[in-house]
Nanobody, 121 residues
Framework: QVQLVESGGGLVQAGGSLRLSCAAS????????MGWYRQAPGKQRELVAL???????NIVDSVKGRFTLSRDDAKNTVYLQMNSLKPEDTAVYYC???????????????WGQGTQVTVSS
């Protein structure tokens, strides 16, 4: 089994910053990709930022230039540095990891429990 533990959410004023972290643990052979999605009330979940094992990144246009995705391979952890936050960034942020498991070498996607980010105006 694989677990994702998220942290770093909270309440911040517009223009402020937050740093989200997500650590993966468990029966991990390799992580194929890892990143963050978000879901605002009444809206569908959307991709925010994703990084692949090869280092390629995919960042949604609405946060480009403000959010930065990074990783620490030794800790199986990704970080989302969020700067110049706007009220429209308010959402529950979910970590996602595409993992190949040990022994069976099966590949599945896993989700964190979500962390609330609220940006006040």
């Amino acid at each position: 089994q694989v677990q994702l533990v998220e942290s770093g959410g909270g309440l911040v004023q517009a223009g402020g910053s937050l740093r989200l972290s997500c650590a993966a643990s468990g029966s991990i052979f390799s992580i194929n990709s890892m990143g963050w999605y978000r879901q605002a009330p009444g809206k569908q979940r959307e991709l925010v930022a994703l990084i692949t094992s090869g280092g390629s990144t995919n960042i949604v246009d609405s946060v480009k230039g403000r959010f930065t995705l990074s990783r620490d391979d030794a800790k199986n952890t990704v970080y989302l540095q969020m700067n110049s936050l706007k009220p429209e960034d308010t959402a529950v942020y979910y970590c996602n990891a595409d993992v190949t498991r040990t022994w069976t070498r099966t590949r599945n996607a896993y989700w964190g429990q979500g962390t609330q980010v609220t940006v006040s105006s």
